[in-house]
């Protein structure tokens, strides 16, 4: 079964066509890139998948929920990372851990082990009672992913997850996603850089709203005849009527 | 209760004792206020300066200053052998009322019946210029009363005042509620917004949204901390005004306390209405402000009577929750009236409740799609 399946999705805001007729299925535990310019409609797709917008038309699943119909079952089935920082800085990692996990109805005894054995996995077992704003990025942002999966969804949709972060750190972020994935969790991730693009197993490139590449990286290398995703995204941005 | 309801509702609590600013605005404030209004802003007059000239120096003149000085409201600080110097001595701020009395005071008095003294106030502050000239006023009367004894009028009316529920005039019984009000009033629609928009500007909101927790239980969970943290404000007015400022509560607590609760939940459906429409955290700090803090003082009753305003004005009044919720504390507190006398009150305040969050609410989910 997919984990995710999208037919003819749109979404319109008055005249504008965000996300114009828009297909993919991703297979659970895939990888799936999903690149854009600013602008390209990315964000509006992926709130329509996530439950936050409903579409103007067209149809959809995600974890088997209907997008038009089902958001509250989708959204107890999928885990989400904002572009924006999805932390509380004024409570401590170990609060933070708890907050999430009880915002998902993990019962209370399971999450106190989760929690233990979460901050053990992260080396933050030191800092438990401490504030996170005092903690450097990298770190946050990996508990900040490390939280959206801990109630074992079935996809996790990642928005930007890597901005701002020094390349060790990336690297290791996408270790983890790698090893999510393993698990059996289909990651979606929209990124802007093109070296990550490289990590998934499937990437889509969506210009002006409408998906204009989706492909492995591999083929679109070679679809395109250049040497990196950069290329290819160049190639294709080049197109765009939309720009910022 | 779902524990994401309570995960939600303790992270708002941690929030709040958290930062700091959130704390002293909670619980400082109120203290603050009363404070200031209980010993430094009365409108009451004491110890008013006065300055005599006198040109009659006789018998009756002199007793007349000798007993203006004795008043607690006046305080005689000098003479002067002409009025013409008045403008100097308001301008340099040296007193608030000058008494003049004329030649042959005592002499008019005794053989004519008839004389006259002249009182000039510094009337830049027209109220305490009123409120000396009255009280000086009465100090004259009195003297008057004193000599009618020895003689009798044809006839008089004796006017006889009484001041019911607080004879002694002590203005904390007026602001007590009126601080109470406007406190929770700010307090209730700014704390609420502003928590909501903050998770709005940092990105969480859409964390929250997108988890299973329904938008509604987001919502409101937010504002039960606020909820908490305005019913302790009130506790912590209420124990000031009763054993630092000795206004005693004469209707039932338990009344003040329920009504008190129906207020503050307006003040936070009016919060919620504010969030929906902002997304800045200042901004929406602007509105509660600005927005509500000038209606909510002119429109509740506590520092101007509704009744003095023009028609338009009295009928605008009407929709601002703070007039009503003024009139209920008044009505408790100072006259010790039961819930019958106020039903009318609470019918409004609970519509007004119901309305702005039905009208919140709709706005929370058109925002959504």
């Given amino acids: ?244 | 209760m779902k524990s994401s309801f309570i995960a939600m509702v303790i992270k708002e609590f941690k929030h709040v004792i958290r930062d700091g600013r959130s704390l002293f605005f909670l619980l400082a404030q109120p203290v603050m206020m009363i404070l200031l209004f209980g010993f430094a802003l009365s409108n009451e007059v004491k110890e008013s300066k006065v300055i005599i000239v006198d040109h009659a120096h006789d018998l009756a003149s002199k007793g007349l200053i000798q007993r203006i000085d004795q008043n607690r409201y006046f305080h005689v600080i000098g003479s002067l052998s002409n009025e013409s110097e008045a403008k100097e001595i308001f301008e340099q701020g040296r007193a608030s009322l000058i008494i003049v009395f004329p030649e042959n005071f005592s002499d008019d008095l005794k053989h004519q019946y008839k004389s006259s003294v002249q009182l000039i106030a510094d009337a830049h502050d027209p109220n305490t210029a009123a409120i000396i000239t009255t009280y000086a006023s009465a100090v004259f009367r009195d003297f008057q009363n004193e000599q009618l004894g020895l003689l009798k009028m044809p006839y008089e009316i004796k006017v006889e005042t009484r001041m019911l529920y607080n004879p002694q005039l002590i203005s904390a019984y007026n602001f007590v509620p009126g601080v109470m009000t406007l406190i929770l009033m700010i307090l209730g629609a700014m704390m609420t917004s502003v928590a909501i928009v903050r998770e709005k500007e940092l990105g969480t909101m859409e964390v929250l949204l997108a988890s299973p927790m329904h938008p509604l239980q987001i919502v409101l969970s937010k504002a039960i901390p606020y909820l908490v943290l305005a019913f302790i404000t009130v506790i912590i007015i209420l124990v000031l005004s009763v054993f630092v400022l000795h206004v005693p509560i004469r209707g039932s607590l338990l009344l003040l306390l329920a009504e008190s609760l129906l207020f503050i939940s307006t003040t936070l459906a009016l919060g919620l209405l504010i969030s929906t429409i902002t997304e800045q955290q200042q901004v929406a700090m602007f509105i509660s402000l600005v927005g509500l803090m000038l209606p909510s003082l002119i429109f509740s009753g506590f520092m101007f009577p509704i009744e003095n305003m023009p028609l338009v004005l009295q009928i605008i009044s009407n929709v601002i929750p703070t007039k009503w919720y003024y009139n209920i504390v008044r009505a408790i507190m100072v006259k010790g009236l039961g819930f019958m006398s106020i039903w009318k009150e609470t019918v409004i305040l609970l519509g007004m409740t119901l309305v702005l969050l039905t009208v919140a609410i709709k706005k929370f989910k058109v925002h959504l799609s």
């Fill in chain 1, 1 to 244: 079964m997919n984990s995710i399946e999208v037919k003819d999705l749109t979404k319109k805001f008055g005249d504008f066509t965000a996300v114009d007729h828009i297909n993919f299925e991703i297979k659970q535990g895939e990888i799936f890139g999903f690149l854009g310019a600013n602008g390209a409609g990315k964000t509006t797709a992926m709130r329509m998948l996530i439950g936050l917008l409903t579409p103007t038309s067209g149809t959809g699943t995600v974890a088997g929920y209907d997008v038009n119909t089902q958001s509250e079952e989708i959204k107890k089935h999928i885990g989400y990372m904002s572009q924006k920082f999805s932390l509380y800085n004024n409570l401590t990692v170990k609060e933070n851990i708890r907050f999430y996990g009880g915002l998902y109805n993990i019962p209370g005894k399971e999450l106190k082990v989760k929690t233990d054995e979460l901050m053990a996995r992260l080396g933050l077992t030191d800092y438990a009672n401490k504030l996170l704003q005092g903690l450097p990025l990298g770190w946050k942002q990996k508990l900040a992913f490390s939280v959206a999966i801990q109630h074992k969804p079935k996809i996790v949709f990642l928005d930007e997850p890597t901005g701002g972060v020094d390349p060790v750190t990336r690297r290791q972020f996408w270790e983890m996603i790698y090893e999510a994935a393993n698990e059996g969790i289909t990651v979606f991730v929209t990124t802007h850089y093109m070296d990550e693009a490289e990590y998934c197993d499937r990437v889509s490139i969506m210009v002006d709203g409408k998906i204009a590449a989706l492909d492995t990286p591999a083929t679109l290398k070679k679809q395109f005849e250049t040497e990196n995703m950069d290329g290819v995204f160049r190639k294709l941005a080049r197109g765009a009527a939309r720009t910022e």
